[in-house]
């Protein structure tokens, strides 16, 4: 059952090394990111599963030791999603963006308590199949922790990475809404062609939340939201 959720942007500029010069501009969302894991932690959980948008050749299980980079982004950085059980084989295939900023979040925390591993969400999934994943995550343990990494749409400005549309505002908002108020009727209801239109990569892992989180009544708490870049950004806390 799932015992707590955080849901946390993931842009490689979270982390600092690839921000550079920018990367005070970013403090306020790592710090709440950090608070939202710290929840994750107080709720006990016998797993940890970080979940996040994938290309298709990147979706589906990412076992506990996987390995991500960011020396696409110009910066000699390796992370792990959690360690691996000793004497297994170390995996293979490397992270996708989305989790590696995942894995560089609980280090950053230092997490270490409950095993770790994760699952790319193929970015156009079906709402139905979104939700029919996050269910089958849920039943994983007895207590299950989701870390949700996904970010709004790409659209707000004329300087983002999708130029401004106007209907980005409308579309973050009712994401916002529902992240912090837990409401997964709402989560369930975007639209997953306008998601794509606004490159709004986290609606697929928001609905796996929305499926894991059905029976489990847990409460939203809102801790950031903001477009800097002209991308939306939000964290929540689920207990």
Not at 55 to 68: K, L, R, T
Not at 70 to 77: D, K, R, S, T, W
Not at 203 to 211: E, K, S
């Amino acid at each position: 059952m799932l015992v707590a959720a955080a849901v946390c942007p993931c842009p490689p500029l979270l982390v600092p090394e690839v921000a550079a010069g920018a990367g005070p501009e970013l403090d306020a969302a790592r710090n709440a990111c950090l608070d939202a894991v710290g929840v994750l932690a107080a709720a006990k959980p016998d797993l940890l599963i970080v979940a996040g948008p994938a290309g298709q050749d990147e979706q589906g299980p990412f076992p506990a030791g996987s390995a991500g980079s960011f020396a696409g982004f110009g910066v000699g950085l390796t992370v792990r999603l959690g360690e691996a059980p000793a004497g297994s084989p170390a995996p293979r295939r490397p992270l996708p963006a989305s989790l590696a900023v995942g894995a560089w979040l609980l280090e950053r925390a230092r997490w270490g308590g409950a095993p770790v591993d994760g699952i790319g969400v193929e970015k156009r999934l079906a709402t139905g199949g979104c939700l029919r994943a996050g269910a089958d995550l849920a039943v994983r343990a007895e207590r299950v922790a989701l870390l949700v990494m996904g970010d709004g749409s790409a659209c707000r400005t004329v300087k983002a990475p999708g130029y401004l549309d106007e209907r980005a505002a409308d579309f973050d908002a009712a994401a916002v809404r529902a992240l912090g108020s837990a409401d997964l009727a709402a989560l369930s209801a975007l639209d997953p062609s306008l998601a794509y239109e606004l490159k709004a990569a986290g609606r697929a892992p928001w609905q796996v939340l929305a499926g894991a989180a059905r029976g489990a009544g847990l409460e939203g708490r809102l801790l950031y939201e903001d477009a800097p870049y002209g991308v939306g950004y939000a964290v929540a806390a689920w207990s």
